[in-house]
């Protein structure tokens, strides 16, 4: 099982990325994939879900809205599509694979992600 990040850069304030997910050694529509992401300083926080074919997305407060993530479950690849960029919004972004069990009320708590990509980074400045 290999999950690798990928699309962080140096993008100014209100700007967009799209970060990349591709999986590998599972099927992608089996299992639920979230984006995390931490600052400087700060915890690792769940930024946005998705699960399972037809299980639907979630997103935190602090980028719904903002951001989309979708999945491409022919190129096995999830991405998280990243609008209005604020400087809050630098961190390392990760992705990992979870279990089909979180839902709306867990999706964000580690302790049910098992697989975790090397992170890429996103800087927002001017």
């Known amino acids: 099982v290999q999950l690798q990040a990928s699309g962080g850069g140096l993008v100014q304030p209100g700007g967009s990325l799209r970060l990349s997910c591709a999986v590998s050694?599972?099927?992608?529509?089996?299992?639920?994939i979230t984006w995390f992401r931490q600052a400087p300083g700060k915890e690792r926080e769940g930024v946005s879900c998705?699960?399972?074919?037809?299980?639907?997305?979630y997103y935190s407060d602090y980028v719904k809205g903002r951001f989309t993530i979708s999945r491409d479950n022919a190129r096995n690849t999830v991405y998280l599509q990243m609008y209005g960029l604020m400087p809050e919004d630098a961190a390392v972004y990760y992705c990992?694979?979870?279990?089909?069990?979180?839902?709306?009320?867990?999706?964000?708590?580690?302790?049910?992600?098992?697989?975790w990509g090397q992170g890429t980074l996103v800087t927002v400045s001017s």
């Open positions: 998705i699960r399972g074919s037809g299980g639907g997305t």
């Open positions: 050694g599972f099927t992608l529509d089996s299992y639920v």
């Open positions: 990992a694979r979870g279990s089909s069990r979180v839902n709306g009320g867990t999706w964000y708590r580690e302790r049910w992600y098992n697989y």
